[in-house]
């Protein structure tokens, strides 16, 4: 067995290791390495091409075009008039023509729609406890009052608690399940997907898939089960389904597949439209769908660029465009590949949730590497070869920072 002053050291040893691969990095990155802000990327219905809005740092923005023609704010706000109407309302030049129609201030706010779904969000991202809220629906009322009950999925039913004495509510759940079964649903569900705010025009429930992969839509009105099977395919290897309620009652939201397809789910008929998303990948990228009177579109964001789709009313593609964040600085990210050949993080843009990560360096960690080897056999060329063999290997992995370590944590209690 292994001695505990032994096992002392080597934990001290591990622990300085975490700390150094984590801490400096992370210090590094705070001091040298600048963030790129996403830039604003939107169809302008006027040039009929994308105009974006890019940081500059120090509160500075490059207004443009996707021909490298520079605007200033006033000229690149006039490109995009359903974004910035307010201003043709402040100058009373409203009402706004545009393609032979004639838009006033109502029609397009009643025809603007934004959806914005960030890969943090979907399902599997982020820890989910699996009660949800089922709002009541009373036509008589305008308010969404939260339900004093939550919902959960069990086996073999639908269970309604009461939130206050943690009890079931026999007669709702019975209602629920019954229902459900007599419409064809065969427990357990596999996903559940909802909009859990009452922060929202009106409710639609949860889109909810069993254990068949068939979808149901469920609402709650005046405490009565309103459920309908879907006609969306059951081949569909849904990976989530994102619900926004929206006045324009256009579209339900959308479906996303683990294969990357994105669909929006029609409010009629739950017919599914396809929007282009080659190259999308649901771990790594975030959706933003805008909607304005002419033009839909589609922005798919990843860490360093946009792209963006413009569609005609019907979502058939018109024009695309990608935009990097910024131009990369190569300087600064060789000389932290060159310093660490590690790096420790917790932090992932792409979850909600803590998750150790690992990042090797570039090519550039050879590099230090090798100085880190040079400078201990400088540094130790009295000391006999034998020992100094179980260094260097500990080196070879950790480099540069790996001599403080070894000087701070003296290396002779650990590799002789």
Known sequence: MMPLNHISRWSTLIIAVIATFSVLPALFDKVWTPRHEEPLVFFSPVQKNFV??????????LYADESGREFSRQEWEDLLPFVY????ELRNEEP???AGTVFDSEAVRTHRQSFEIKARDIRGRYPQIPIYPLFNNNPAVTMLPFPEDVFRFTKNGMEFIHADTNRKDETLSHRFTENLKAEGFVFPATLISGNPTNLKPFDEGYFVQDSKEQVFHIRRVLDQPHIRKTAIPPDMDILDIIISENQRREFYGLLITKEGGIF??????YELIPLPSAGYDPDRM????LVNPLYRTLILTEGKKVHATAMDRAYQPIHSFTLPFSHENNSVRHIKDFLFPLV???ESPWQNQATLQLHTGGVGSLAGIVLAMLLYLVLNRNRPSSSRVR????LAVTGLPGICILLCLHEDSFFT
């Open 52 to 61: 974006y809005q890019k940081s500059l740092g120090s509160h500075q923005f």
């Open 391 to 394: 260094s260097l290997v500990f």
């Open 85 to 88: 109407f307010r201003n043709y």
């Open 344 to 346: 420790l993080s917790l």
């Open 96 to 98: 706004l023509k545009l």
């Open 264 to 269: 929006l789910i029609t409010w009629h008929n």
């Open 286 to 289: 975030n959706i933003k769908l």
